[in-house]
């Protein structure tokens, strides 16, 4: 299984030489990927924006957004935006899409709530199409990014199936993971097709720094309510807690984990790099 590790795009305090400096230092890193989360109504960075400054500084590690809220965009602009970020990373995009699960988002993007799921299945048609989308770049366009498709209903996996290369998991315990992924499986499987998808998940870290890492989780899930806090205790926050999880994780058949910071600290990518090491 590969590990890769989140931009610090949501959490608090980072600033943009922050974003760029983490993406530079987990380039030279044990790490595979980096990650993006996607929030509007929040105090956070634009995923494709934050992946393009990665791009300018990273030559070898995969980009990837974890996910990206589909239908709050344009189709147009949503492959225009995933498309330049192809370009400028040359090829290490992998394009995670979800129809996201709050509705701030979509009432200050003047989007509709309903109907997303069906928004989104179009998108993902017409980005299966890619070499014959026209704002596509030529020079991009024999390089369609690996899709990825979120969600925990059956229409989601069915989606997946459909449209997608793989599946993006939105976190959670392993026998979660495991319980998605056979989902995933028997959803790719009942539709004839060959092979099997990427299987990626994702949790949260933070390494010495368990309360402010709590308070970023719990005000970033408060529209759960209550089930903020199981979430926020689900935050890795030692060493251990993240070599088990990675472990468990891969044995339940994931092949690439992104490890999301939830401090806005330099130090949390070098302490995960040596916990991983």
Request: proline share 6%.
């Amino acid at each position: 299984m590969r590990v890769g590790v989140g931009l610090p795009t949501t959490t608090p305090g980072a600033d943009g030489a922050l974003v760029v400096e983490w993406a530079r230092r987990a380039e030279a890193g044990p790490f595979s990927s980096l990650g993006v989360l996607d929030r509007l109504l929040y105090d956070s960075y634009d995923p494709f924006t934050a992946l393009a400054a990665a791009a300018a500084v990273t030559e070898r590690i995969k980009l990837a957004t974890m996910i990206a809220i589909g239908p709050l965009r344009p189709t147009a602009a949503l492959v225009k935006h995933a498309a330049s970020v192809q370009a400028l990373c040359r090829g290490r995009l992998t394009l995670g899409l979800a129809v996201g699960a709050r509705e701030d988002d979509y009432a200050v993007a003047e989007v509709p709530h309903k109907g997303r799921g069906a928004r989104l299945s179009d998108q993902l048609a017409e980005l299966r199409d890619w070499d014959a989308n026209p704002v596509v770049p030529g020079t991009i366009r024999a390089q369609r990014p690996e899709l990825l498709v979120g969600g925990m209903a059956g229409a989601a996996f069915a989606r997946m199936a459909r449209y997608g290369d793989g599946y993006a998991h939105g976190g959670g315990p392993p026998r979660a993971f495991a319980s998605a992924a056979a989902k995933a499986l028997a959803a790719w499987s009942d539709l004839g097709r060959p092979g099997r998808p990427a299987l990626w998940g994702q949790a949260y870290f933070a390494l010495g720094d368990e309360e402010a890492g709590e308070a970023y989780l719990l005000d970033y899930y408060a529209f759960t309510g209550p089930f903020a806090a199981k979430i926020a205790a689900g935050n890795l926050t030692s060493p251990r807690a993240v070599r088990d999880f990675v472990r468990a994780y891969e044995e339940a058949g994931c092949d690439e984990l992104v490890l999301l910071p939830t401090v806005a600290d330099r130090g949390q990518l070098d302490r995960l790099a040596d916990v991983l090491a």
